[in-house]
């Protein structure tokens, strides 16, 4: 006999943590839901952005800071459909559409059902520095933008990092700030 802990797939009731590639796909399939909504989105912002430019296509060309501020309100409207998204489902049922394909739910720490003001903060958490980074976009202050989209995409890379090679808890950062954690569901 040895003095191993069981497995925690076969001990009842267990919370089974799902493996990284298993909440990375599940993103995947939630961002394919979102993509084309978001498209829809900024073709109706850029369509009405540009047809209030100015009529002289030689102005409009050279007018840059229309373009950059399109993209900024582009990337804010994105920005809040994906922490609406999230937040509705993980509120609903601790499962957006792609956890439900992948049998993935979210759940506090002691496995309860997380509640809409924790689902709401775990979608500002993870979008919070996408959201500042839609905000300094506005300022078409080209060395900002480019200091917060580093900022920005380092905190996604570690936070994924955190979720795909932890392999003790594999809690993404946005998870160990909000006390939750993404299981598999039993079957």
Partial sequence: MTDQPPNSSAVPGALVRPSGWQRFFSTCLDWAILFPIILLIALEVSTLMHSTAAVDSEVHQRDMTLIVHTLG?????????????????HAWNGQTIGKMVCKLRLVNLDGSHVSW????????????????YCIIFFTANVAAIGIAGFIETAWVLIDMSFQMFDTRT?????????????????L
């Fill in 117 to 132: 003001r924790k689902a709401l903060a775990r979608s500002i958490v993870y979008y919070g520095l996408t959201f500042i």
């Fill in 73 to 89: 309100l582009i990337y804010l409207l994105a920005t809040l459909v994906a922490i609406f998204y999230y937040s509705i489902f």
């Fill in 170 to 186: 594999q809690r993404s950062l946005h998870d160990r700030i909000c006390g939750t954690r993404v299981i598999k569901e039993a």
